[in-house]
């Protein structure tokens, strides 16, 4: 896999005191650039990798015959983010919204898929991701094949994975879009997605993240 980013978790600290991010340590992104797992075709959780690393770490050598993408630093910036109207429509029940979305999606406006953004409302190119997260994560967790035509999930199978309550508990972790500058595309010109639980936030469980690509 590659490595698409690290972030130091004492800078973000700075900008966002209180926010749900540990306060130290370096977290860092790896994705495999040239095998991209695609959403609803092969969800595939060893093709991407969140590390946490608590303590100090040395910068090693790129090994032989492999190839990088361009060095950028990066500077962290506050922001407002509020949901699309294409959120999952759990999201809008789990806040309680009665107003129509479209009214939410103008009050944000657009943005290109180019936007990095670390946490917040993501910026969607097509549907939301909670219910995907959900569902995909609990098919390859639970062993449970989504092509397979034995699979055969009852009406309360689906229930059970579309629960709006677990689905979503689901918070934006890091957004990447494609980026010329850093050599970087993502299906069509996309974006990656990490997700993770807000229960598996608060305990620090990195390992349980879930991946998403749109474009």
Same mark, same amino acid.
């Given at each position: 896999m590659d490595l698409l980013a690290q972030l130091d978790l004492s800078e973000v600290a700075g900008v966002w005191p209180d926010g749900p991010l540990p306060d130290h340590g370096l977290l860092t992104f790896f994705y495999d650039t040239e095998d991209q797992p695609w959403t609803y075709v092969s969800p595939n959780p060893d093709k991407? @990798?969140? #590390?946490? !690393? @608590?303590? &100090?770490?040395?910068?090693?050598?790129?090994? !032989? *015959? #492999? &190839?990088? =993408?361009?060095?950028r630093r990066i500077r962290f910036e506050p922001a407002m983010t509020?949901? @699309?109207?294409? !959120?999952?429509?759990?999201v809008f029940q789990s806040l309680g919204l009665t107003a129509e979305l479209s009214a939410v999606d103008d009050a944000i406006g657009g943005g290109g898929p180019a936007f990095h953004q670390l946490m917040g409302w993501p910026h969607l190119l097509q549907g939301g991701m909670t219910t995907t997260c959900q569902r995909e994560s609990a098919f390859v967790r639970d062993g449970l094949d989504r092509f397979s035509p034995e699979r055969g999930l009852s009406g309360q199978n689906w229930d059970e994975l579309d629960d709006a309550t677990r689905a979503a508990d689901w918070r934006l972790l890091?957004?990447?879009?494609?980026?010329? &500058?850093?050599?970087?595309? #993502? *299906?069509?010109?996309?974006?990656?997605? =990490?997700w993770i639980r807000a229960d598996d936030l608060a305990a620090e469980r990195f390992d349980r993240v879930w991946m998403v690509m749109q474009c």
């Amino acid at each position: 896999m590659d490595l698409l980013a690290q972030l130091d978790l004492s800078e973000v600290a700075g900008v966002w005191p209180d926010g749900p991010l540990p306060d130290h340590g370096l977290l860092t992104f790896f994705y495999d650039t040239e095998d991209q797992p695609w959403t609803y075709v092969s969800p595939n959780p060893d093709k991407w @990798r969140v #590390w946490w !690393e @608590r303590g &100090e770490v040395q910068p090693l050598s790129t090994p !032989e *015959g #492999w &190839e990088t =993408f361009p060095g950028r630093r990066i500077r962290f910036e506050p922001a407002m983010t509020l949901p @699309r109207a294409t !959120e999952d429509d759990c999201v809008f029940q789990s806040l309680g919204l009665t107003a129509e979305l479209s009214a939410v999606d103008d009050a944000i406006g657009g943005g290109g898929p180019a936007f990095h953004q670390l946490m917040g409302w993501p910026h969607l190119l097509q549907g939301g991701m909670t219910t995907t997260c959900q569902r995909e994560s609990a098919f390859v967790r639970d062993g449970l094949d989504r092509f397979s035509p034995e699979r055969g999930l009852s009406g309360q199978n689906w229930d059970e994975l579309d629960d709006a309550t677990r689905a979503a508990d689901w918070r934006l972790l890091l957004q990447l879009g494609s980026d010329a &500058e850093g050599g970087w595309c #993502w *299906g069509d010109g996309g974006g990656l997605y =990490f997700w993770i639980r807000a229960d598996d936030l608060a305990a620090e469980r990195f390992d349980r993240v879930w991946m998403v690509m749109q474009c």
